[in-house]
C-alpha cells in the first residue's frame, strides 16, 4: 500500500506548522493527510477522514514525495483574460479619483476612450484590486 517516506522532524515541524496556521484550508487538509500516512494511516482510512476519493488522496502523497512541500499548493489555473489593462485600469481609478460617486460617467468616459464594454461589477472589482494594491503600499 501507498505511504509517504518516513518524514524527517523538520518535514513533520513544517506540516505541524502548515496544519495549524497555513491560510489556505485545502493546503491544511492535504498536510494534514501526510502527516496521517506518515503515522501509519492508509490511504483508505485517510479517504473516510478527508473525504476524498482514492485517487486524490493518492495524488497528495505522489506530489509530496516529488515536490515536497510546494506539492500540497494548488497548481496555478488558467482563468478569463482581464478586459482591461493596467494602463486603463489605472485610467479608471484617476477617472473614480476625481469623482468618488460617479461610478457610472467613469464607466461610460472608458468605454468612450476603449471601445470595451463592461459591468459596474467588473469595474469595483478592478478598482478594488488598484486600491488594495496602493492601500497596502501605504500610498492610499
Known sequence: MKAVNPL????????KEAIA????NRVRTRA???FLSDKGYTILTLTDI????????SSWI???GTSGIVGLYDATRIG?????TETEVQRL?????DEPHQLKRAQAI?????????SLDTLKRNIKKVATVTKGLGTH
Open 8 to 15: 524527517t522532524e523538520n518535514e513533520q515541524i513544517t506540516l
Open 21 to 24: 496556521n497555513h491560510p489556505k
Open 32 to 34: 494534514h493527510a501526510i
Open 50 to 57: 478527508f473525504d476524498a476519493k482514492f485517487e486524490t488522496v
Open 62 to 64: 505522489d506530489h509530496w
Open 80 to 84: 478569463r483574460k482581464p478586459i482591461y
Open 93 to 97: 481609478k484617476s477617472l473614480i479619483d
Open 110 to 118: 472608458l468605454e468612450e476612450e476603449t471601445g470595451k464594454k463592461s
